[in-house]
């Protein structure tokens, strides 16, 4: 079956510092990829999506590029900022035809210090 | 912007009792699911529909849950007894086939 394998956390940075979170899947077919926010109290918010290979979606300074030949979509900034401590989901959508559900990762928890 | 509403935010019911989860989704979407997250562990799928049926479930999703859109703009999530384990953050996302967007939850607590 389908499945995402994200890196534990939590993942603790200082301002400014490079992030990344790995993000690899298993998936019959070629799935679309996504990364889900989730700030505290809130509900999740698309980040970014890619739907094909060596696609890349970006959004509010993040970037993840769909690799097909490692099955991975790793989560990447150049400098965070304090206002990105959240938790980060990756979820894979194969759609077969049907509303199918998102599989997500156990998501990673980012702490970001002053 | 607009966005997926969800009430109540928090829900506790005793074990064996009837909830009734509500969810207002985006307007022009016709896609809409339901997923929980137990305290610590994954987001998990519940159930999509579309056109006024079920389109897919998962395992989690027996007889004991069903769903509705009773009227032009609600989408509910019924669990018709409740279980402990049954306690969970309650998500429903609306969107098309190929991209969801996700309401801020109900906590559904069941003692």
């Known amino acids: 079956g389908n499945s995402v394998t994200q890196m534990e956390g939590p993942v603790t940075l200082s301002e400014e510092a490079f992030l990344t979170i790995n993000c690899t899947y298993t998936a019959t077919g070629y799935p679309s990829l996504f990364w889900y926010v989730q700030y505290p109290g809130e509900g999740l918010q698309l980040l970014l999506k890619a739907t094909k290979a060596d696609d890349k979606g970006s959004n509010k300074g993040f970037e993840a590029t769909y690799r097909k030949e490692t099955t991975s979509f790793h989560l990447e900034k150049g400098s965070v900022q304090v206002s990105d401590s959240a938790v980060y989901f990756c979820?894979?959508?194969?759609?077969?035809?049907?509303?199918?559900?998102?599989?997500f990762g156990k998501g990673t928890h980012l702490i970001i210090q002053p | 912007e607009p966005e997926v509403t969800q009430t109540p935010s928090h829900q506790v019911t005793q074990m064996g009792q009837e909830v009734i989860l509500r969810c207002v989704p985006i307007s022009n979407h016709l896609y809409f699911y339901w997923y929980r997250q137990i305290l610590g562990q994954k987001v998990e799928f519940l159930v999509s529909?579309?056109?006024?049926?079920?389109?897919?479930k998962s395992e989690i999703f027996d007889d004991q849950f069903s769903v509705e859109r009773p009227d032009g703009s609600n989408f509910t999530l019924k669990i018709r007894s409740t279980k402990l384990e049954d306690s969970a953050m309650y998500f429903c996302?609306?969107?098309?086939?190929?991209?969801?967007?996700f309401g801020p939850g109900t906590r559904l607590t069941v003692t």
């Open positions: 529909f579309y056109n006024n049926e079920i389109s897919e």
């Open positions: 979820a894979l959508l194969y759609s077969g035809g049907g509303a199918d559900g998102l599989t």
């Open positions: 996302a609306s969107g098309t086939a190929y991209e969801q967007y």
